[in-house]
């Protein structure tokens, strides 16, 4: 496959799925299944295959040598303009490193796992699958995407799919929450069009012709010498322009995070959304706002992420503290692993504000785990729900007996996502709380963030002991074993827990030169814009 595009492939894939389902006939709703199974099994061998030819030794971050696979040319154009704006472009720029290859392969693991959870679905089968795979290529298109503008249209782009897949086939209070969803999405990519506008008429791009264009090139960006002395985001600056652009920026992918207080609009979604969209919103949207302050806030803006990670490892303390409780108190057992997803999410913030490369990368590494462990739980609550239709934990007990291949899953799922050594989970949260510790401003809180994980293993064992243990519920005495397709969507993703949590070498060799990267970046910050007056 040598010399193929495969960043576009992998990422309109989805597209050419889709176009081929809008033409297949409403009632042929096994060829509508199959069509999305094939292009998203593809999509998997493709990631698959640029895993094998990844160079792990290859940085990124900054640096446009050492992306992998890069597609690069002009999408836009538009010249003739006033001489102050001039010509206008933007690129059609993908690219590979060590941050975006783990996101890529969990974009396509998950994404084939849920087409076969969404093998249930019986209204409007066309619309679902067609809108699926929408989604699919904005959330593939975000993790690859190197330009600003490019980045913010598939973005934009996975708001729209995810509203519909929610209002039209979610739960009975399916419209309160889309509604919610799209608000608060909607509301922080506002702020980040804001940025992103200030920060295209703030930076220079040399053109082969010797002339300077302003520029949406991420990497461009992450430059000081490219920052015109006139730009409102310059680091010559007087006003505090730039600290106010990265809270901005910043909002906007705290909310997706999601990140305490904007977390309200992630357990109504998780509760009314159908189960395979529940595993694409845990498993891979929520990573997309970490994976934006890593890839955009953090190296755009280093000064400012040094002088406000204290602030960020404290909302991450809140995330998992909070997260913990707020799940120890449900009822429901879905909406228990939603706020169970808010409590996790507070390891990779709390992993990136310790600015070490033990923390980057265990922060990056819990943001793979946690798509896995998350896309199991919310599998094993469907499984769960389509037999009994409810989610009630203490309507339960001693189904330990009557699922025990069911048990056994979720015994797995449970302890990996309370970080039992041996599994993957363990590895993560153990390289967060390595590098955070080894910071002294953020060393107490990173102590009273250790209780997150006994507040883990209090409420994941009580709820295991609520419904598999003690003696049967004799209303549930009919309910059947686990079936081979609900099987087949999850033993591969104990398989992977297990594997990465007896030997995670290759997962975090693959992120380890990036991450270091990120990481010299921001510590030469103080250094790099003090040549500004900084």
């Known amino acids: 496959m040598q010399g193929l595009p495969l960043l576009s492939l992998i990422t309109f894939l989805p597209i050419l799925g889709m176009i081929l ?56 154009e538009i010249k003739g303009l006033t001489d102050w704006l001039g010509t206008i472009k933007i690129d059609y720029f993908l690219g590979l490193d060590g ?35 929408l989604l699919d290529t904005g959330m593939m298109g975000s993790f690859l995407a190197l330009d600003f503008f490019m980045f913010y249209v598939f973005w934009e782009l996975m708001l729209l799919p995810m509203y519909f897949l929610i209002g039209i086939w979610g ?17 922080g990519s506002v702020f980040m069009l804001l940025v992103m506008i200030g920060l295209y008429f703030s930076v220079y791009e040399l053109m082969p012709d010797g002339s300077k264009v302003f520029s949406f090139n991420m990497l461009t960006m992450m430059n000081p010498s490219n920052y015109g002395p006139e730009g409102i985001l310059s680091p010559m600056n007087p006003e ?14 705290a909310i997706k995070v999601p990140m305490f207080p904007f977390h309200t609009w992630l357990p109504d979604a998780h509760v009314e959304a159908p189960t395979p969209i529940s595993v694409i919103l845990a498993g891979i949207l929520l990573k997309l706002g970490t994976y934006g302050m890593l890839r955009i806030s953090f190296p755009i803006f280093p000064d400012i992420t040094m002088q406000l990670s204290y602030w960020i490892a404290v909302f991450g303390m809140i995330n998992i503290i909070y997260g913990a409780f707020c799940a120890m108190a449900q009822k429901d057992f879905k909406k ?47 499984v769960l729900y389509d037999r009994s239709h409810t989610r009630g934990v203490d309507e339960f007990g001693g189904l330990a007996n009557q699922m025990p291949v069911y048990t056994a899953i979720v015994a797995i799922a449970f302890f990996a996502s309370l970080g039992l050594p041996g599994l993957s989970g363990f590895i993560s949260e153990a390289f967060v709380f390595l590098g955070a510790f080894s910071v002294d401003s ?73 991450l270091n990267k990120l990481v010299e970046l921001v510590a030469n910050a103080q250094v790099v814009y003090s040549n500004f007056g900084m």
Not at 41 to 70: E, K, R, T
Not at 171 to 187: M, V
Not at 240 to 253: K, P, Q, S, V
Not at 348 to 372: E, K, P, R, Y
């Open 442 to 514: 953020i060393r107490v809180i990173t102590i009273i963030s250790t209780s997150g994980i006994l507040l883990t293993a209090a409420y994941m064992l009580w709820t295991l002991q609520r419904i598999f243990f003690g003696k049967l519920n004799e209303k549930w005495s009919t309910l059947t074993e686990i079936n081979k397709l609900e099987l087949f969507t999850l033993v591969p993703l104990a398989v992977i827990v297990i594997v990465f949590g007896v030997w995670p070498s290759p997962m975090l060799d693959m992120m380890n030169t990036s």
């Open 240 to 253: 505090n322009l730039r600290l106010i652009a990265y809270i901005f920026l910043f909002m906007g992918f």
């Open 99 to 133: 941050l975006s290859m783990p996101m890529v392969v969990l974009t396509a693991l998950i994404c084939f796992i849920a087409t076969l959870a969404s093998w249930n679905i019986g209204r409007a089968v066309k619309g679902y699958f067609a809108l699926y795979l």
């Open 171 to 187: 739960g009975p209070r399916k419209e309160y929450a889309a509604i919610k969803f799209f608000i608060y999405t909607l509301f």
């Open 336 to 382: 228990l692993i939603a706020y169970s997803s808010v409590s996790h999410m507070g390891y990779v913030l709390l992993g990136m504000a310790s600015l070490t490369s033990q923390g980057m990368v265990g922060a990056v590494f819990q943001m793979f785990n946690h798509g896995i462990i998350t896309a199991m739980l919310f599998l094993i609550v469907g």
């Open 21 to 76: 389902i809008l033409f297949i006939p409403g009632k042929r709703e096994n060829l509508i299944k199959w069509t999305t199974a094939v292009v998203t099994f593809l999509q998997l061998v493709i990631a698959i295959v640029l895993w094998q030819g990844f160079n792990f030794s290859a940085g990124g971050i900054n640096d446009p040598s050492s992306f992998q696979f890069v597609e690069k040319w002009r999408w836009i």
